[in-house]
Structures are given as structure tokens and as C-alpha cells.
């Protein structure tokens, strides 16, 4: 079945960057735009970026808009968020998710990484 690995959460201090990467196997990748999202505890998960196929269209949430950068290696199957300028209120579990392009639910998920941004 679809499998999508993500890496690269840790700690890191206000201020700082980490660059996050998701691995696709057993996914059509060019025809999925591919996204990320976070989650804390008690809240609901919420948008951060995402990027399609065709022309590698990107949007953000305003949150994260001008700090993060969503891009893709169509080549390697692979998406990355590279985070810089984080804020401790970037802290949160960070999940890539695929979807057919076009369509509106978000089909495929990882299991997550932790994301700690210390003040």
C-alpha cells in the first residue's frame, strides 16, 4: 500500500531552521499534489503548505508564509518543507499527506514527526 515516511522533526531553538522530508513509495507521484500538515495537542490538525504536480503551485498558510518553503523531487518521489525563522508556536507534530490532484480529500497520510521549537 501507499507508504509516506516522513523525516527530519527534532529540536531546534527560536530562530532556527529544520528542513522536513517525505518519502512516497507505491504512489503515482506525479499526479498527487502533496501537502503538510501539523497538529498539537487538543487542537485540530491544521494546513501548513502544499504543492501540485503540474506547474509546482504552492500556497501556505499565513502562519508560515514568508518562513516556510515547500518543494518537491518528482525524480525521488520526495517533498520537503524547509522551516526557517521557527517560532515556538511552530511546535507540533508535522504529517505530509498526498491527494489526487483536483480532488478535495486528502487520501494518504504518514504517521508524523515532532517538530520542538524551544523559546
Known amino acids: 500500500q501507499v507508504q509516506l515516511v516522513e523525516s527530519g522533526g527534532g529540536l531546534v531553538q527560536g530562530g532556527g531552521s529544520l528542513r522536513l522530508s517525505c518519502a512516497a513509495s507505491?504512489?503515482?507521484?506525479?499526479?498527487?499534489?502533496m501537502g503538510w500538515f501539523r497538529q498539537t495537542p487538543g487542537k485540530e490538525r491544521e494546513f501548513v503548505a502544499r504543492?501540485?504536480?503540474?506547474?509546482?503551485?504552492?500556497l501556505y498558510a499565513d502562519s508560515v508564509k514568508g518562513r516556510f518553503t515547500i518543494s518537491r523531487d518528482n525524480a525521488k518521489s520526495t517533498v520537503h518543507l524547509q522551516m526557517n525563522s521557527l517560532k515556538p508556536e511552530d511546535t507540533a507534530v508535522y504529517y505530509c499527506?498526498?491527494?489526487?490532484?483536483?480532488?478535495?480529500?486528502?487520501?494518504?497520510w504518514g504517521q508524523g514527526t515532532q517538530v520542538t521549537v524551544s523559546s
Open positions: 507505491r504512489l503515482t507521484f506525479s499526479s498527487h499534489t
Open positions: 504543492i501540485d504536480w503540474s506547474d509546482s503551485s504552492t
Open positions: 499527506a498526498a491527494r489526487i490532484t483536483g480532488a478535495a480529500r486528502w487520501l494518504y
